[in-house]
């Protein structure tokens, strides 16, 4: 269905969850600029939080988040009442303003964590934030939930969880050091709909042993319990900067021809099954808030992926956490030991960001608006990229300054976006395939 250009995917490129990118950041700019942002939030501007649990039980050998080993009840609790108190402290900052919308908890796992700081932490939100009429929402590891945790989860108004599956295929499971039966899964995903909690799916492909068989299997597998969100993204290889990965055969990785057809299959999968395609690698129920988004032209994309989340202010908590503002983003103290000696001493814990000048605003908006709604008005940028290949090859249809991306340009969604990048170097390594 889709027409297969290697040389266009072959450039690796930013996922664009922000712009400029993590690559821009900078120790020039953290805790100051930070500050001066906080306070000059005006009553009632929309905030969504962000807290960081970047520990798990089993680490995954695939995984390029910021976690480390759940091993020791004494570490946990340390990074929890730290936790507390960068909560406090920014709400002390804040006084009041701004009005929180929704809480995300995400990792790592943040069911690594004992039920009991889980829920410490979030009537820690709640009683430093304003906490009514607020979305909830958590990733979580399929294998460390029971029927406890979805039970508190429910009682604490916790409305919409995301499970990292991944894969059913055994053999892919133990390529990449993440084994979870199928009837886990569903069990899970049975007490979390009896609860009255809407559940989201992690896929992926590209995995290593992974054929497209397996791929159709998985997804199946998941359209049979059918999640409100289906996220299906391409494994990135990156051994290099990721020395987990190193466990992982490089030499049984699908080629590029053929991530671009699992690609292709889930895509064509997940749409027949009654999924509208969320930009390049969500999928969601038509009835769900981000197909509504999605829709309505009000889909956004920032840290936590294609999000129907309109606030312009996201605050991370805790180590490696990102906040951002219409102009500024910053990232704090990747390292737990590190980050929590600054919040001890009663200090913002932002190490590192960018401030977003007009021009990037004018760049990030393009980029976002062609990921999100597949066109953009571009005539502001000069000089115009040259986007003449596209547009021969049928991806793209240019008009008074304006682009739109037609439905054969979707896996080339984030190459041709990149196009708009002027930070993005030729040769840049540290960014995954375009697919």
Sequence with gaps: MWTYHPDLLARPVPRYTSYPTAAQFTPDVGRTELALRLDRVEPGTPLSLYVHIPYCHDICWYCGCNTGAANRAQRLSAYVEALEREIALIAARLRGRGKVARIAFGGGSPNSLPLVDFVRLLQQLLLCFDGRDIEISVELDPRRLDATWISAMAAMGVSRVNLGVQTFTPHVQAAIGRIQPL?????????????????????????????LDDLAATIDASIAMQPARVALFGYAHMPQLLPRQRRIDGGKLPDLATRFDMAAQGYAMLTMAG?????FDHFALPQDGLARAAREGRLRRNFQGFTDDPADILLGFGASAISQFPDLIVQNEKQAGPWRELVDAGQLSATRGTFRTSEDRLRGGIIEALLCRGEAPAGAVHPMPDLSRFERLGLVELSEGHIFLTPDALPYARSIAAFFDAYLQPAEKRFSHAV
């Design 183 to 211: 009837d886990m899964v569903e069990r899970a995903t049975d007490q979390l709909r009896a609860a009255g909690i809407a559940t989201g799916f992690d896929l992926m492909y590209g995995l290593p042993g992974q054929s």
């Design 275 to 279: 999924y509208d395609a969320i930009g």
